[in-house]
């Protein structure tokens, strides 16, 4: 089945700056790779998602890459605030339905 | 709030006992989804529902687990003979079906297990 790898597992910014979380899969035929916020005690929110026939996606000042010959995705947060302090999942799917998730970053933006 | 809805929120358990949680997808979301998140992990897919047909279970589910979705709208996770490895927090999505299914996911509050 899917394995999804993602890295770092804690990641401490100053306000303003720019966070990079990244994740591997194992399965070539995954074709779809959503991100997920998880603030404490709260749902996974969906904030972006790309298919595997786009190598980018943005979204004011959040983005994902794709590298499909890797097999490896990035999320982007630019111009970080302490909201966006939270739990962050990336997943993927090579089924239609079911998502298989990383561990999770948790990502603290100091002011 | 007309998302999709969870009960109970929290269920404290002692180990050997049965329990049951409920889910309520968005009325318009024909597919229903299962999913355990244990502390600093991602949530694991559990099994899925296509309205009323249970169409995939994971092999992490063991046979005490069983779900249904008996008219195609809310859905029940059993646990049987609860084990503390079972604590956990059951997060219960839904979404449309479609090519577009598996993008119009929308989790619930999810129930927290603690079995004692």
């Known amino acids: 089945g899917e394995n999804v790898e993602q890295h770092p597992s804690t990641l401490s910014v100053q306000e303003g700056d720019s966070a990079v979380i990244k994740c591997t899969y194992s399965?070539?035929?995954?074709?779809?790779f959503p991100w997920y916020k998880q603030e404490l005690g709260k749902r996974p929110q969906l904030i972006i998602d790309?298919?595997?026939?786009?190598g980018e996606k943005k979204d004011q000042r959040i983005a994902v890459t794709l590298n499909k010959t890797a097999k490896h995705f990035s999320l982007h947060i630019t111009e970080t605030q302490p909201e966006d302090s939270a739990v962050y999942f990336c997943?993927?799917?090579?089924?239609?339905?079911?998502?298989?998730f990383g561990k999770g970053t948790s990502l603290l933006v100091t002011p | 709030d007309t998302g999709v809805s969870q009960d109970p929120r929290h269920k404290i358990t002692k180990r050997g006992q049965n329990v049951t949680f409920r889910c309520d997808p968005i009325?318009?979301?024909?597919?229903l989804y299962w999913y355990r998140q244990t502390l600093g992990q991602g949530p694991e897919f559990l099994t899925y529902?296509?309205?009323?047909?249970?169409?995939?279970k994971s092999r992490l589910l063991s046979d005490r687990f069983s779900a249904e979705r008996p008219k195609g709208s809310f859905s029940t996770l059993e646990i049987q003979r609860t084990e503390q490895g079972d604590s956990a927090m059951y997060l219960c999505?839904?979404?449309?079906?479609?090519?577009?299914?598996?993008?119009?996911?929308?989790f619930g509050s999810g129930t927290r297990l603690t079995v004692v």
């Open positions: 997943a993927a799917s090579d089924s239609g339905y079911a998502l298989n």
């Open positions: 009325s318009e979301h024909n597919r």
């Open positions: 399965d070539s035929a995954s074709n779809y």
């Open positions: 999505a839904s979404s449309p079906s479609g090519v577009q299914g598996e993008r119009g996911y929308t």
């Open positions: 529902f296509q309205n009323e047909a249970q169409l995939e």
């Open positions: 790309i298919r595997s026939n786009v």
